[in-house]
């Protein structure tokens, strides 16, 4: 049964109208102009004769019957089922209420949410001297799920409710999302939705070849740029790591010492040291600045097939701990200070083949043996000792073969912003306790800012058994979701760096996105005719590049994009590696041609 309670009246009839939100441009439905507290519905602009519009609120209750009393199935839901208009209380990160509960009307999308949140923080859209007018918000609800299971022991039902945070933004309307999860929230109660600005920047699509840049003499395996943006690494089959001028696109050192493939590296977060792993397990540190070597260490029996440093803001400003993984089945933990190694995380029956190093003081492993497992990287606070194994992730059928951990792009650039600064840093010397302690500062706040209030770390496992599994590794074995799809096996993941969404590469030729926390499916882009390799996010989350075997690359606007936006071509052999810069300015990609080549916009 429905009831229809309010309907339009004189403006000029109602009193106590509270604070007004003047200004306010509603591009949806038949609002133009200011926007009042939810008693009072909204409010036409010329203050001469205005009306209440839109102000119709229905009610229903769950259990609907047809013209003949029959009861109608839950699931089958009308559109007319939902109500025009929505109380709406929005939320910061942090949990903090903005502005009063009002009433919306259930047509409005992200960009009219949008409209509000930016009077709500009296954002002035007419002022075009900063980006704020333009910064796109995402949206999120919160919804108990309710699950069912039998307790394999003793054969009694158990009942589970545990809460996950909807992307509202992947709905062209508030009506989509409620239509959705018609059973999970009541339009008689508060819509509490939290937003998110996207970026307070963008960053422009890369369309063109600028530079290509010789050197190798055998595959490019690895390229990475530095956490500022500034400098740019390479490794590949000829065993050196070369280092190389993104100003001028030329060669700055040609770094020996490797005696075999480089198959692994990685900058250390504050960008002072960078790291290689090669076929032999040998590890090798050096200082970009110098192109020296600053140490050789047989880490491992077999070759190195991962490694990931300590993020900056679990260690003080140090960055001396660096993890790795090989093909033994062993992953270690190493002082590069003392080259010394901490910590042997032993456990795996078969290779691992990808290690991370999460924000929450974990360690994660995924290994041919089929098993992901979770790792103590830190003593105190009753974790116990370093290398303890917390937990073991089950559930794929075959090996695992890449992870993505939701604050990747927050821990490789730690303390840096967009720009490639540190905030209100004057020092200039790395090597300084003054400049240790601000970085170390900086990369706190961001990755609080990046954390908000409540949010989990996301881990996604990506197997040969054409599966992606999502989990919250800090909290449970248990995964979130398993996530099919694919029609092959699926080579590499990445998160957005916003973690609002994360991508996966497969050899189906195919690149797949899915929403950061539900896991749910958003699109599949197509348009590869080989294997696709890599995946990397432009740093404001809104482009993905991609790397194939047919030796192009590729651009993507997100979400958006199913078919390519860009088709990056150039290369005369396969596109092994590729990486976008932390400051947006340029892609580069590595070839079994043995050319890197730089684009930009």
């Known amino acids: 049964m429905e009831v229809e309670t309010s309907t339009s009246v ?157 992307d509202i933004t992947d709905f062209n309307s508030l009506k989509a999302f409620l239509k959705e999860y018609y059973k999970q929230i009541s339009t008689e109660q508060t819509l509490e939705l939290t937003y998110q600005p996207l970026a307070l920047f963008k960053v422009r699509p890369v369309t063109r070849c600028t530079d290509t840049l010789p050197g190798h003499t055998e595959a490019i395996l690895h390229v990475s740029y530095s956490p500022d943006g500034k400098h740019l690494a390479s490794g590949g089959g000829d065993a050196t790591v070369r280092f190389w001028d993104v100003n001028t696109s030329t060669p700055r050192h040609t770094c020996k010492g490797h005696k075999d493939h480089v198959l692994s590296t990685s900058w250390s977060p504050d960008g002072k040291r960078f790291a290689s792993g090669d076929k032999r397990g040998f590890l090798i540190l050096w200082e970009p600045t110098k192109g020296e070597s600053s140490g050789s260490i047989k880490a491992h029996s077999k070759w190195i097939t991962g490694m990931a440093w300590d993020p900056m803001h679990r260690n003080n400003g140090k960055c001396e701990r660096l993890v790795t993984s090989s093909k033994d089945g062993l992953a270690k933990i190493w002082n590069v200070r003392t080259k010394r190694c901490e910590a042997t995380l032993a456990g795996h029956t078969d290779s691992i083949e990808s290690v991370k190093w999460g924000g929450e003081g974990l360690i994660y492993t995924a290994s041919r043996d089929r098993t992901i497992k979770v790792w103590n990287a830190e003593e105190g606070d009753g974790k116990g000792r370093v290398g303890l194994l917390v937990r073991t992730l089950v559930g794929h059928g075959h090996r695992v073969n890449t992870l993505a951990v939701s604050c990747d792009y927050i821990c490789r650039t730690g303390p840096f912003d967009h720009y490639g600064k540190i905030a209100d840093l004057e020092v200039r010397d790395r090597d300084s306790d003054e400049w240790r302690e601000a970085a170390y500062k900086a990369a706190v706040a961001k990755y609080n800012a990046f954390k908000g209030s409540g949010e989990h770390e996301r881990l996604i496992s990506g197997s040969d058994d054409f599966t992606l599994m999502l989990w919250h590794p800090t909290e449970n074995k248990r995964p979130i979701k398993r996530l099919t799809g694919h029609q092959q096996a699926v080579n590499h993941l990445a998160f957005s760096p916003d973690s609002r969404f994360f991508a996966s590469a497969s050899f189906d030729k195919k690149i797949k996105l899915w929403n950061g926390r539900s896991g749910d499916f958003v699109t599949t882009m197509t348009g590869h005719v080989g294997a696709v390799y890599q995946v990397a996010w432009s740093s404001d989350a809104r482009f993905l590049v991609s790397a194939s075997k047919d030796s192009t690359a590729k651009l993507w606007e997100v979400p958006s994009g199913r078919k390519a936006k860009e088709t990056l071509p150039g290369h005369a052999d396969e596109v092994y590696a590729l990486d976008w810069s932390p400051n947006g300015a340029s892609v580069a990609t590595g070839s079994k041609d043995r050319t890197i080549k730089i684009w930009k916009h």
């Not at 029959?70 to 910061?92: H, K, M, S, W, Y």
């Open 10 to 166: 004189p403006a000029a009839a109602v009193t106590n109208t509270g604070k007004n939100l003047s200004g306010v441009a509603w591009t949806g439905g038949s609002l133009v102009g200011s926007l009042n507290p939810v008693n009072h519905g909204f409010r036409t602009a010329d203050g001469k004769g205005g009306y209440i519009i839109n102000n119709t609120h229905k009610r229903y209750k769950r259990t609907r019957r047809d013209a003949d009393g029959n009861v109608i199935d839950e699931n089958d839901i009308q559109d007319d089922d939902i109500p025009g208009n929505v109380v709406v209380q929005f939320r910061d990160r942090e949990g903090e209420t903005v502005g009063e509960a009002m009433d919306v009307p259930t047509s409005a999308g992200t960009d009219e949410l949008g409209t509000l949140i930016r009077s709500l923080l009296n954002e002035d859209d007419e002022d075009h001297s900063t980006n704020k007018a333009h910064i796109p918000y995402a949206f999120f609800a919160k919804i108990e799920r309710i699950t069912k299971t039998t307790n394999p022991s003793t054969g009694e039902p158990v009942v589970k409710t545990h809460t996950d945070e909807i």
